[in-house]
């Protein structure tokens, strides 16, 4: 079932009309109204609905301004349908500073040496 409902949003996403001038709202509102859809498997129906994200933004953002392409950007959303973001091992209370010190770090120190 998750492969035929992968497959069919990445048909919807491949058909979906971007014209050079689009705002990235009117692609976000045609992504999400095309790859709305029901699906049966094994006598129940379950309703599939891509919900757009801050990567869909920042991509269709790429588009508004000319950083790709329409193409570009239908390849990376269907890249991106089975990217599952990880959240951190642990809680950073001061997640800013920690990213600060480890950009210093990192220009010191081998990026392994400091994972450890």
Same mark, same amino acid.
């Not at 920690?98 to 770090?105: F, I, N, Q, S, Y």
């Given at each position: 079932m998750q492969t035929e409902a992968y497959s069919r949003v990445a048909n919807a996403i491949n058909g979906i009309k971007i014209s050079s001038n689009v705002s990235s709202n009117d692609v976000l509102k045609s992504l999400e109204n095309t790859t709305s859809f029901s699906l049966s498997y094994e006598g129940r129906n379950f309703d599939v609905q891509y919900v757009s994200g801050r990567k869909d933004l920042a991509l269709t953002r790429m588009l508004e301004d000319d950083y790709i392409s329409d193409i570009e950007l239908k390849k990376a959303l269907i890249d991106g349908l089975d990217y599952v973001f990880q959240s951190s091992a642990f809680a950073i209370n001061a997640p800013h500073f &920690?990213?600060? &010190?480890?950009?210093?770090?990192e220009k010191e120190y081998d990026k392994e040496l400091i994972q450890e």
């Open positions: &920690v990213h600060w &010190v480890t950009e210093l770090l």
